[in-house]
Nanobody, 116 residues
Framework: QVQLVESGGGLVQAGGSLRLSCTAS????????MAWYRQAPGKQRELVASITSGHTTNYTDSVKGRFTISRVNAKNTVDLQMNSLKPEDTAVYYC??????????WGQGTQVTVSS
């Protein structure tokens, strides 16, 4: 099993920045993909950004140019730098671990609130 612990959420004004961090531990296998998802009240969980162990990244359109995902394989960490935050970015953000043939793991979630 893989355990994920997130940190870095909080309250920020529109236009501000936050950095989320996630550390994985346990039975980590490479190659894998780590990602950040988010879920706003009354909405489905959606993929925000993902990054493979080979550092290939993918972003949902609404965050392109504002968010940057990065990882350090040796430390089993993945970060999400969020700039130019908007009220519509308000959600609970979840770290995820997975990949081909791997059982997906989720973090406990961290709240991000952007005030207008």
């Amino acid at each position: 099993q893989v355990q994920l612990v997130e940190s870095g959420g909080g309250l920020v004004q529109a236009g501000g920045s936050l950095r989320l961090s996630c550390t994985a531990s346990g039975s980590i296998v490479r190659p894998n993909t780590m990602a950040w998802y988010r879920q706003a009240p009354g909405k489905q969980r959606e993929l925000v950004a993902s990054i493979t162990s080979g550092h290939t990244t993918n972003y949902t359109d609404s965050v392109k140019g504002r968010f940057t995902i990065s990882r350090v394989n040796a430390k089993n960490t993945v970060d999400l730098q969020m700039n130019s935050l908007k009220p519509e970015d308000t959600a609970v953000y979840y770290c995820s671990y997975g990949g081909l043939g791997l059982r997906r793991a989720w973090g406990q979630g961290t709240q991000v609130t952007v005030s207008s």
